[in-house]
Nanobody, 122 residues
């Protein structure tokens, strides 16, 4: 069983930056692709970014492409989401998850963390 803990959220002005971290414990996630998602109250969960186990492949939602960067440090069992040029519409709770089956766009994700709140003021 793997546990994920997200951190790094907070309040930032529009145009600012935040770096989210997703620390895994319980077992290594070095051999697993990982994803970041976000979900606002009353709305469906939205895919944000995906990274392969090696980090060689990444994929982003169109809404964050060019502004967000996903990366990982397998030695630290941690995945990151660097968020630049933040907009008020990026305000929501961000979650990380492990790809437990499938590949790339076909990933099925599980082991969700508790989330970290990101608030972008205008």
């Amino acid at each position: 069983q793997v546990q994920l803990v997200e951190s790094g959220g907070g309040l930032v002005q529009a145009g600012g930056s935040l770096r989210l971290s997703c620390a895994a414990s319980g077992r290594t996630v070095s051999y697993s692709a990982m994803g970041w998602f976000r979900q606002a109250p009353g709305k469906e969960r939205e895919f944000v970014a995906h990274i392969s186990s090696s980090g060689a492949y990444t994929n982003y939602a169109d809404s964050v492409k060019g502004r967000f960067t996903i990366s990982r440090d397998n030695a630290k069992n941690t995945v990151y989401l660097q968020m630049n040029s933040l907009k008020p519409e990026d305000t929501t709770v961000y979650y990380c998850a492990v790809c437990v089956s499938g590949v790339r766009d076909g990933c099925r994700y599980d082991y969700w963390g508790q989330g970290t709140q990101v608030t972008v003021s205008s």
